[in-house]
């Protein structure tokens, strides 16, 4: 499975930006796919993931009710809808696949995740 992200940019504080990641591959329909960043000089974090079976989702409490995850199987992609974009989360962003667990809940845990895009930066300015 190969994961390549997409979407990132410069946006003003308060702004939106659409993150996107493609995936490789024919197992992407039955992967939960998640999405992580890291900020300068800060470990990396889990954001947000939904499942491949009913569309279940899981969120940080620090994105809840600003990002929203969605998924296109048909696509092969899986998106990161960014809204009300805050300095805090300026890093890079990350796609993941969770492709052997066969967990109904999105795991939020990275060692949960097999592979990874290369990632895209995301930039708020204040």
């Known amino acids: 499975v190969q994961l390549q992200a997409s979407g990132g940019g410069l946006v003003q504080a308060g702004g939106s930006l659409r993150l996107s990641c493609a995936a490789s591959?024919?197992?992407?329909?039955?992967?939960?796919m998640g999405w992580f960043r890291q900020a300068p000089g800060k470990e990396r974090e889990f954001v947000a993931a939904?499942?491949?079976?009913?569309?279940?989702?899981s969120y940080a409490d620090s994105v809840k009710g600003r990002f929203t995850i969605s998924r296109d199987n048909a696509k092969n992609t899986v998106y990161l809808q960014m809204n009300s974009l805050k300095p805090e989360d300026t890093a890079v962003y990350y796609c993941?696949?969770?492709?052997?667990?066969?967990?109904?809940?999105?795991?939020?845990?990275?060692?949960?995740?097999?592979?990874w895009g290369q990632g895209t930066l995301v930039t708020v300015s204040s």
């Open positions: 939904i499942n491949w079976t009913d569309g279940s989702t």
């Open positions: 993941a696949a969770d492709v052997y667990s066969g967990s109904y809940y999105p795991a939020t845990a990275l060692r949960m995740y097999d592979y």
């Open positions: 591959g024919r197992i992407f329909s039955r992967s939960t």
